[in-house]
C-alpha cells in the first residue's frame, strides 16, 4: 500500500481550522449575482492553496499562479492519481473513502471529511423536497462506494427525518419488497435514479395493485444521476401522484445543483465555481454551454480545480421568482448523438421526451432503440389492446419531432422487462457450514 507523505503540522492545523475559521456561505448571504462572483472569487484563491496540499495540485499548481491560467482537471487525471494522488490531508482525518466505478479500468477516488460532509448536506437539504422530521426517507441508490445512498442518508439524519436504507443492487431489495415497504411504512420520500419510481410502477401493475394506492404516502421522488426531461418528470407523477424533484451531481462532487420551490434546477454557485469549456475551441466561460468545469470553494479532503465533468450544460444568470440568487443550469447529459450527424441530436433524452409523452392509457414505460442505415429502430412496452395504435403513435411522433425515419415494433408488458425480473424475490441466505439435523443439509454452504 502506497501511503501518502503527511503534511507538516503547520498545514495539519490549517486544515483544521480552514472551516471553523471560514465558514461556508449560506443563501441571503449575498444579493446580487456580481456579490456572488465576489464571493466566489475570494474563495478560489483559499481553494487553489489548499489543493497545493495534494501530491497532484502541489506539482501542477506553482505559487502565486493566476486562476485563469491553470489547466483542467481531466478524469483520466484523477484516474492516474488513483488512490492518494488528490488527497489535500493527512489520512487520519478522512472521515469516508469511496470510489466511482467508472466505464472502463481504474476507479476513480473520493474522500471527505466530517465538514465535507457537513458542507455537502447543508447544500443538498435547500432541494425543494425540504426534508423534515416527520418524513420516512427511502434511500434507494447503492451504499457500496459511491456518495449517493451516504449523501441522502446524511440529509435525512440531519433533518430528524426517518432513514429506510434500501440501497439497491442487492438481492435484498426484490421490486416486491420496494413496494411492500413503500406501502407498509408510509415512505413520505425516495431518492433514487430517475428510472426507478418506473420499475416500481411496473411491478405494482404486474402484481395487480395501482402505483397511487401503493405510495399513498408519498410526497415526493427525488431523483439524481440520470438526466430526466419534462415529459418524463410528468408521467412519474401522473403515474404516482406525487411531484418529482431532481438534484444534480457526481461521486467526486456530490450535490452540484438542486430544484428551487418553482422547479428550477439552480448550480450551488456560492459552493463551487462553475465555468463552461467549449473543446473544440478551449475557451472557457462562465456562462453558456458546453462541458461543465467544477472548482470546489470549500471540499476540505479533495478540492478540485476546473475539474471537468465532461457532461453537456447550459449556464446562465437570470433572476428567479423563488428568491435566491444563483443562475440556472440545465443538464444535457453526455454528447451521445447515434446518428453520426450533427445536424440531428438524437439521445436518450431525446427519445425519452416523445415516449411518455405518448397517452398515459398505453402504460408505455420501458423502451430500446438502435440506429441502423440510417433509421431509429424501436421497440416499445405497451397495454397489448392498443399495442397496433401505440406503435404508429410512436413512429409518426419520432418523425416529426426528431426528423427521422423511425420503425417502432410495440411488445407486450414484459417482452422487454419480464415479469420474472419485477416480482422474483431473492433472500439472501448466509453460508452455512454445519447443518442441524432438522436443516437440508445439501443447502450447506451453498454460494452459487
Ligand atoms: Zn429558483
Redesign the pocket.
Known sequence: MIVPKLPSTTKESKVNHFMTLNPWPRIGDWSTFEALAKLQNEAVGRTVSVARQSPFYEQRLSAGVKFSDIPLTSKEDLRNGYPYAFLAIPRHEVATYHESSGTTGQPIASFQTEADWRECVDRFTRGAARLNRDDWVLVKTPYSMATTAHQMHNAALMCGATIVPADNRTSMMSYPRVLHLLSSLGISVTWSLPSEPLFWAAAAWARGLEPTDVGKSLRAFVVAGEPIGPAKRKRISEIWGAPVVEDYGSTETTSLAGE???G?L?PWADRFLMEIYDPLTGTIARHGRGQLLVTTLYREAMPLIRYNLEDIVELWDEP?????V?PKIRVLGRPSSLTGNTAIELNQSSIDEVVYRLPMEFRALFWRGVMADNRLRLEIEAEPAVMQECGRHLRQELEKNLGIPAEVLAVPHGALVSREFLLRETPFVKPRFLCSSLDEWEQGLICQ
Open positions: 428551487c420551490c418553482e428550477v439552480h428567479c421568482s423563488c428568491g435566491w444563483l
